[in-house]
């Protein structure tokens, strides 16, 4: 089930846990945008690794193959998800890596945290960009479900579904184990994805997901790519239906009418409208005006005919 009403939790500028109520189904994750190879740190009150045991660091190699000029995202930076893994009541922290392995840390308490991310068989290799943690399984065990971009090869960006075994039940300490089975619950989406939301649309008691996607396309004042509204847009969203415990996932983005593209890089769920069924707000980048998809009680989305923001928002880098 979904994590409603739920807490997540965030470390202000002293390095204390602060937690914050949120009254949607998933817990929240939060795409950073911090700049690889930055020389000086972000906030001088923070933690020195030493202390604290959280070493990683995002750091881009800038190589032929990959680099600003052939992925304009190539600066984006990776994302960071906060959640009790483990459930003995800390919060730890995954963060994903573009062209360094994922890491987790757990929470040891008193502000000093363990890298476990070999154990846990959490090691990536992909250009990893949003996380976003749910139960997905539904099993008490939180999960986690990678964006992947970067690379051309659409191989090379399949998102990763993590689920949490649990770890080992007669040990003290149960560190949490994970098993990648995205392709088995049909997810191992090939999109250059930048985030992914988990929410029941349909009210029927499990996590549908929502996978945020840009594009990595070349247009000129002579080549102008236009808007594409009828689903064959590269840079288009897509939209998975939780086919229950055990059944996976299918790709219901057409059915759903998701088809107008954007290079999407913020999302936020909830009842927009009021009307019960939890909605879907994307910013987009470019020419790719906002979205608001309004949930048709289960039979889909659609675009109202009435705006949140006026003039429609543009060049949106995030929510
Ligand atoms: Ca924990
Ligand atoms: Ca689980
Ligand atoms: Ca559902
Ligand atoms: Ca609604």
């Not at 949120?22 to 817990?27: E, P, Q, Y």
């Not at 070999?118 to 999960?143: M, P, Q, R, Y």
């Not at 992947?148 to 149960?174: M, Q």
């Not at 996978?211 to 790519?225: F, K, M």
Request: aromatic share 12%; hydrophobic share 35%.
């Amino acid at each position: 089930m979904g994590q409603r009403g739920g807490r997540c939790a965030a470390f202000d500028v002293n390095g204390r846990l602060i937690y914050v109520k949120t009254g949607l189904h998933i817990f929240h994750s939060i795409l950073s945008f911090a700049a690889a190879k930055r020389p000086n740190p972000l906030c001088s009150n923070c933690s020195p690794p030493e202390r604290t045991g959280i070493d990683f660091a995002n750091t881009l190699a800038e190589g032929d193959s990959l680099n600003i000029l052939n992925y304009v995202y190539y600066y984006n930076g990776g994302g960071v998800g906060i959640a009790d893994f483990n459930n003995d009541g800390l919060e730890d922290i995954f963060f994903s890596g573009n062209e360094t392995s994922c890491r987790l840390y757990l929470n040891k308490g008193h502000l000093k945290f363990e890298d476990v991310t070999k154990s846990a068989g959490l090691e990536t290799t992909a250009w990893c960009t949003g996380v976003a943690i749910a139960d997905v399984n539904a099993d008490g065990w939180l999960d986690i479900y990678v964006s992947v971009a970067g690379h051309a090869e659409p191989e090379r960006r399949r998102n990763l579904l993590f689920v949490n075994n649990g770890g080992n039940p007669k040990s003290e300490i149960r560190n949490p184990k994970f098993i990648e089975v995205a392709e088995v619950y049909g997810i191992a989406d090939t999109s250059y994805s930048t985030q992914a939301a988990f929410f029941d649309y349909d009210l029927d008691g499990d996590l549908d997901l929502y996978v945020l996607n840009h594009a990595n396309e070349r247009a000129t004042l002579n080549t102008p790519l236009p808007k594409k509204t009828h689903g064959e847009g590269s840079s288009n969203d897509h939209f998975y239906r939780n086919n229950g415990a055990g059944k996976g996932f299918t790709d219901i983005t057409n059915e759903a009418g998701i088809l107008t593209e954007g290079y999407g890089l913020g999302i936020a769920v909830s009842d927009f409208n009021g009307d019960g069924w939890p909605d879907v707000y994307v910013a987009n980048d470019f020419i790719y005006n906002d979205l608001l998809w309004i949930n048709e009680e289960r039979q889909g989305f659609y675009q109202p005919g009435f705006q949140l923001f006026r003039p429609p928002n543009l060049q949106q880098h995030g929510l």
